[in-house]
């Protein structure tokens, strides 16, 4: 079972990345997809989750700081979810990781390997 991230890189302020999170041989249904972030000797933090029904519906979460600026979204034909970052300021810098959970009887996770954003002036 994997999450690949990809996207990332450096970025100036004010610019805009997209981050990819393609799944695989996850064995349980998430029901859960997200992005967290990391940033250097900081917590790990949720950035934005969406849960999905097995069908087109779903709720999209975000943290505070995102402000509009970050969009969650997902094709779930392509087993993949994406984060549309804008406006990117230097505080956004961090290793961003997606995540997939399944919220029942037995919670179960996976973590991507992580992609590092760095946004610069």
């Known amino acids: 079972a994997q999450l690949v991230e990809t996207g990332g890189g450096a970025v100036q302020v004010g610019g805009s990345t997209r981050l990819s999170c393609t799944a695989s041989?996850?064995?349980?249904?998430?029901?859960?997809m997200g992005w967290y972030r990391q940033a250097a000797g900081k917590e790990r933090e949720m950035v934005a989750t969406m849960t999905w029904d097995g069908g087109d519906g779903g709720s999209r979460n975000y943290a505070e700081f995102v402000e509009d600026r970050f969009t969650m979204s997902r094709d779930i034909a392509k087993s993949s979810w994406y984060l549309q970052m804008n406006d990117l300021r230097a505080e956004d810098t961090a290793t961003y990781f997606c995540h997939a959970a399944r919220y029942g009887s037995r919670y179960r996770e996976v973590w991507g390997q992580g992609t590092q954003v760095t946004v610069s002036s």
């Open positions: 041989g996850i064995p349980f249904t998430i029901t859960v």
